[in-house]
């Protein structure tokens, strides 16, 4: 049976913005620019698992502030309340909301540590030459890239919340440290699954570019 | 789908066939096959889907671009929806919660909603509607292969959907202290995100690349 071969073994390169091959004529394993879009051209992602490192444990340092520091505090008719994620989600679930206290929980809990750990199995995985299955991986790294978006879920309520519960003393909500914190975790997070080359997971030979 | 075999001659090969391609997540060498339109074509190793090819992308794109464009300025200019409380009322629009979270001295975040729920969104329409009208009217433009590209860039950071269901949780947040009424810019928001929706859907990226590969060759004869 014939063996399937990938682009890099036969030599070239396919451009990661508009998919286009070329031939890997450059020094050092890559072509300046893609002759279609002029996108500058790698074989794989410039030190992806490195960058991916940086950016996923700087998100994991500012995932504590982000929960721990209040996203709001709400005050009405005189009490106030700061609420974090955490606490978010409870109120939801004390006032019985239970559908949209599970959306926010999935969203702003379960999606960023899923996806963090998600990232560092495949960090792992591939820089210790874990023998865990190319599909499954493939396809969490997949995952990681599709639901990422969705965590900044809070940050737009939080938005929607300051702007129209302005009541000065009777009803107001104003936006805490923590939504800042919230923000970044979810961009480093992002930024991380599309720093990470998927096709490292098949590469058997190298590690990092 | 045909498989590339390594075993095969790499050192004769003057010029790469215009069918091949490659696996986006795990560079497997493919040979392209016609599929019919709307079916997409998954990647026999690794499940990645390679290609949908689209009907008349061009033109509808175009279409919804402009339909896009048309109802993007109601949707951020008039009110999502407006909250009264003891005779009082307050109401939002899309910026406005942007400008808040600045006023209170959140300026990342404040960027972060600004950019993800107007600018970005913006600029994607911007773009496909300069590179659809150029291919329509079969012009060529030295920056068309630029704009595509930043329109690929932009694309996972335009979050319109994400801020509609953010409008919904927080209705049901509010519902118990006070009453809301939703504003004319929610509806126009809503069919702004069903038209961009569509659009994204019915863009054949691959399809756009060698329709703008073909203009600049025409250009440059
Ligand atoms: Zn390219
Ligand atoms: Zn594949």
Not at chain 2, 108 to 133: E, Q
Request: with cysteine; glycine share 6%.
């Amino acid at each position: 049976m014939k063996q399937p071969a990938t682009a890099r073994q036969m030599g070239l390169i396919r451009c990661h913005t508009c998919g286009k091959l070329a031939f890997d004529v450059g020094h050092d394993g890559y072509e300046e620019h893609c002759p279609r879009c002029r996108a500058h051209m790698h074989m794989r992602a410039t030190n992806s698992l490195s960058r991916t490192w940086a950016l996923l444990i700087t998100a994991a340092i500012l995932y504590v502030p982000a929960n721990v520091l209040p996203i709001m505090t709400v005050t009405y008719f005189g009490s106030g309340q700061a609420d974090t994620i955490m606490t978010g989600v409870i109120t939801l679930l004390q006032h019985g909301s239970y559908p949209v206290a599970a959306v926010i929980f999935i969203a702003s809990i379960l999606v960023p540590v899923l996806k963090m750990v998600a990232l560092l199995i495949l960090l792992l995985s591939v820089q210790l030459k874990w023998a865990l299955d190319d599909r499954q991986r493939t396809c969490m790294y997949r995952a990681v890239e599709l639901v990422g978006r969705w965590s900044m879920l809070d940050i737009f309520v939080i938005a929607l919340l300051v702007a129209l519960v302005s009541f000065g003393s009777i009803a107001q909500i104003i936006s805490g440290p923590g939504a800042t914190a919230f923000g970044s975790v979810v961009i480093l997070t992002m930024l991380a699954a599309t720093t990470f080359d998927a096709r490292l997971i098949w590469d058997k030979e190298v590690t990092d570019d | 789908m045909y498989f590339m075999s390594s075993e095969d001659d790499t050192l004769s090969l003057k010029s790469i066939p215009d069918n091949w391609i490659a696996c986006k997540d795990c560079d497997l060498l493919l040979e392209r096959v016609d599929t019919p339109l709307g079916e997409k074509a998954l990647c026999p190793r690794c499940d990645n889907p390679l290609y949908q090819p689209r009907e008349q992308t061009v033109e509808r794109t175009l279409a919804l671009t402009l339909t896009g464009l048309l109802l993007f300025i109601p949707a951020n200019l008039l009110p999502v929806m407006s909250l009264s409380l003891v005779g009082q009322e307050t109401s939002t629009t899309i910026y406005q919660g942007s400008l808040v979270l600045f006023n209170e001295g959140l300026y990342w975040t404040a960027l972060l909603v600004l950019f993800a729920s107007i600018v970005i969104p913006f600029c994607k329409l911007l773009l496909v509607l300069f590179v659809s009208a150029h291919l329509h009217l079969e012009r060529s433009s030295a920056l068309l292969p630029y704009a595509f590209r930043y329109y690929h860039y932009l694309d996972e950071w335009g979050m319109l959907e994400v801020y509609m269901l953010g409008v919904l949780v927080a209705v049901v947040k509010l519902k118990g202290m006070a009453s809301i009424i939703p504003g004319i810019g929610l509806y126009c928001f809503v069919a702004l995100l069903l038209v961009t929706t569509l659009m994204s859907s019915l863009l054949d990226e691959d399809d756009f690349w060698k329709r703008i590969e073909q203009a600049l060759k025409r250009q440059l004869r």
